[in-house]
C-alpha cells in the first residue's frame, strides 16, 4: 500500500535546501566547530593526500559514526547522497535524497519511517548553541560560506541519533500517483 502524501511534507518543500558531497560523506556539527574542522587540508590549508590522516580521511572510515572535532563531536554521514534538515519537536531529521519523483514524496516517506526500522548510533551528538551544520565533509569548517552548507537552528544539548539506513516503498506524489521512493533518515532526538 503506497504511503500519502503528507500536508505536513507539502507546506515544507518549497523551503528545504539540500548539502551536496563531491562523492565522499557528508558531515553535521555544531557551527561552533567549523573552525577545528580541516577537511582534506592541513592547518595552513594545503591539500593532503586522502589518506594522509586527515579529516576527512577519518570521515571516510565510518558509515554513519561520531567523530571527535576539537573539544566537540560530529556526525559522519556516509554515502554522497544530498541530505536536508527537517525540523521536528524534539530535534531534528536529516533526510537523505536516495530516489524520489519529487522533494514532497521524498519528505512523506521520511515522515512515514515507522521507528522499528531505526537503529540507534552509539554516543551522543553534543551542540553548543545556535545553528547545527551539514556540509561536505571534504571542505575546510573555516573556508565555508552559506551556500556551501544548510543549517537549522537547534537548542544546546546532547542529541540521541539514530539512522534508517534504506527505506523504499511507493508514496503518493502531488499528481495523486504512486511514485516508487527511497529515503535514508537520521533522527536527532534532545535527551
Do not use: K
Not at 14 to 39: H, K, V
Not at 53 to 79: H, K, M, N, Q
Request: charged content about 25%; overall charge negative.
Amino acid at each position: 500500500m503506497a504511503v500519502p502524501l503528507d500536508p505536513e511534507a507539502v507546506r515544507l518543500a518549497p523551503g528545504l535546501r539540500f548539502a551536496t558531497g563531491d562523492g565522499g560523506p557528508l558531515i553535521a556539527m555544531s557551527e561552533s566547530a567549523l573552525p577545528d574542522w580541516l577537511g582534506a587540508h592541513d592547518a595552513a590549508g594545503n591539500v593532503l593526500d586522502f589518506d594522509a590522516g586527515s579529516d576527512y580521511a577519518r570521515a571516510c572510515d565510518e558509515t554513519f559514526a561520531l567523530i571527535d572535532v576539537g573539544s566537540t563531536r560530529a556526525l559522519t554521514i556516509d554515502s554522497s547522497d544530498s541530505g536536508a534538515f527537517l525540523a521536528r519537536p524534539d530535534g531534528a531529521l536529516i533526510i537523505r535524497w536516495v530516489g524520489a519523483h519529487d522533494t514532497e514524496t521524498l519528505i512523506s516517506a521520511a515522515l512515514a519511517i515507522p521507528a522499528d526500522r531505526y537503529q540507534d548510533i552509539e554516543g551522543e551528538l553534543p551542540h553548543d548553541r545556535g545553528r547545527l551544520v551539514m556540509f561536505d565533509a571534504l571542505e575546510r569548517g573555516s573556508a565555508l560560506d552559506a551556500e556551501s552548507m544548510v543549517s537549522i537552528e537547534l537548542p544546546a544539548g546532547c542529541y540521541a541519533v539514530r539512522v534508517c539506513a534504506y527505506w523504499e516503498g511507493p508514496v503518493i506524489g502531488v499528481d495523486g500517483l504512486p511514485h516508487d521512493t527511497m529515503v535514508q533518515t537520521i533522527e536527532l532526538r534532545r535527551r
